[in-house]
């Protein structure tokens, strides 16, 4: 079972390459997108709690998250000029389309549990070393610097 969203960026395409920084950013806030949509989702027929969850984390770390999203924002500043409000919001709302649509499991949602125990747990950097492995398709839609 895949949990990852498929190309977000098929459509627009980014002029230059994007630094091992920027993959990072990207990485954390897909991942932020896939634990907020899938504890909310697996809440009501699957794992209660995960929403709670989910809410609690975004509680204690909202400012590191919204310092991510900060960051590549100024990405799509560079790469999209003068449209790149749009073009975030296209690749953000495919994502969440995705993972809103993604059909509900006993797996699927057993792993989204599990996820958000580690971090309520462990904290941002478990939050992080997640996102290195979930979000790993990352490097195939974008062009990373060498």
């Known amino acids: 079972m895949s949990l990852l969203a498929g190309p977000a960026f ?4 980014f002029k ?13 806030v897909r991942h932020g997108i ?6 909310n989702r697996c809440d009501t027929d699957y794992n209660p709690g995960t ?15 919204a310092q991510q999203t900060a960051s590549r924002k100024k990405v799509f ?14 690749f953000d709302g495919r994502l969440v389309t995705y993972y809103r649509y993604y059909p509900l499991s006993v797996s699927y949602c057993g792993q989204v549990d599990k996820l958000l125990k580690e971090v309520t747990q462990r ?3 478990a939050f992080a ?3 290195e492995i979930v979000q790993a398709d990352v490097v195939t839609d974008m062009k990373i610097c060498q």
């Open 10 to 13: 098929a459509q627009a395409k």
């Open 129 to 131: 070393k997640q996102s």
């Open 77 to 90: 500043d560079r790469e999209f000029k003068g449209n790149a409000l749009e073009v975030m919001t296209y």
């Open 123 to 125: 904290g941002w950097n």
């Open 51 to 65: 929403a709670k969850m989910w809410k609690d984390f975004d509680t204690k770390f909202g400012p590191r998250l």
């Open 34 to 39: 896939f634990l907020r949509e899938g504890g």
């Open 16 to 28: 230059r390459c994007l630094t091992k920084p920027e993959v990072k950013v990207e990485k954390l």
